[in-house]
């Protein structure tokens, strides 16, 4: 079974369940969630790329020490779920260039975390200071 998933019915999806998860045990620093069902993805370019089932990400690359302030999961999981998936695969890397194809993914986490992630201005706070700390620190975790 595959899930089309965009930005017009991600909200929909996910209160459905319709977007399943479950947490990787024993979690690891590379692996805290699993993808339980395969998701084809619209992105904003208009491209569609399809995450297959058991794809393992980490949800918000947050050190453990300041998960009391930045969980890496929450409302914005969809979004770095997205952004994991476009590190992992190097997502346009060859046609655009390493940067900009960084640069792409972190825009993306950005626009889906602010679709999912918006109930308020400490939200919309987080999803920014989120989208900023990949900025600077994704670049090393890129480039592997």
């Not at 900009?100 to 999803?127: P, V, Y």
Request: proline content about 2%.
């Amino acid at each position: 079974m595959m899930l089309d998933i965009d930005l017009h019915n991600i909200e929909t999806s996910l209160k459905l369940g319709l977007v399943r998860l479950c947490i990787v045990y024993p979690i690891t620093k590379k692996s805290h969630f699993r993808l339980l069902n395969n998701v084809s993805v619209k992105l904003s370019n208009d491209a569609v790329i399809i995450i297959q089932k058991d794809f393992q990400f980490d949800g918000s690359s947050v050190p453990r020490f300041m998960w009391w302030a930045f969980p890496s999961y929450g409302d914005f999981f969809f979004a770095a779920l997205i952004h994991d998936y476009l590190y992992h695969t190097k997502y346009m890397a060859k046609e655009i260039g390493m940067k900009a194809a960084q640069e792409f993914a972190d825009k993306e986490m950005l626009l889906w975390s602010n679709r999912l992630n918006k109930r308020n201005l400490g939200k919309t706070l987080d999803n920014y200071l989120r989208y900023y700390a990949v900025r600077l620190f994704g670049k090393k975790v890129y480039k592997n």
